[in-house]
C-alpha cells in the first residue's frame, strides 16, 4: 500500500506559476497527476514513467505543464507556468502499478487527497 500527499496548491492570479509536490511512502511506478474542476470529470494531465526519463501529456495542456520526479525522495512535481483560469481545479497525485502510462483514472491504483489550485482572472 502506498500512500500519496499533495502539496503546493494556492491561490494565483493569471499568468502565475505553481509547484505542485507529490510524496509517496513507498516506491511508485508510473507517477501522474489528474485534475477535477467542480461538476467535471476527473481528468489526465501529466504522468511520468519510473526512470523519469518518458513523460506523457495530452494536447489540451499544452507545454505550460511539467512533470518531474525524484525517486531517491520518492517525490512527483507538477511545474504549472502561465496558469489560466480555466487551470482551477483540484489536482490530484496518481501512482499505477503499469508499466506504461495511461491517461484512464481507473488504471491508477493509488491516489492522494488533491490539492486546490485557484486561479484569478
Known amino acids: 500500500q502506498v500512500q500519496l500527499v499533495e502539496s503546493g496548491g494556492g491561490l494565483v492570479q493569471a499568468g502565475g506559476s505553481l509547484r505542485l509536490s507529490c510524496a509517496a511512502s513507498?516506491?511508485?511506478?508510473?507517477m501522474g497527476w489528474f485534475r477535477q474542476a467542480p461538476g467535471k470529470e476527473r481528468t489526465f494531465v501529466r504522468a511520468?514513467?519510473?526512470?523519469?526519463?518518458?513523460?506523457y501529456s495530452t494536447n489540451f495542456i499544452d507545454g505550460r505543464f511539467t512533470i518531474s520526479r525524484d525517486n531517491a525522495k520518492n517525490m512527483a512535481y507538477l511545474q504549472m507556468n502561465s496558469l489560466k483560469p480555466e487551470d482551477t481545479a483540484v489536482y490530484y497525485c496518481?501512482?499505477?502499478?503499469?508499466?506504461?502510462?495511461?491517461?484512464?483514472?481507473?488504471?491508477?491504483?493509488?491516489w492522494g487527497q488533491g490539492t486546490q489550485v485557484t486561479v484569478s482572472s
Open positions: 496518481a501512482a499505477s502499478s503499469r508499466a506504461v502510462a495511461t491517461t484512464n483514472a481507473g488504471d491508477y491504483n493509488y
Open positions: 511520468i514513467n519510473p526512470s523519469g526519463g518518458r513523460t
Open positions: 513507498g516506491r511508485t511506478a508510473i
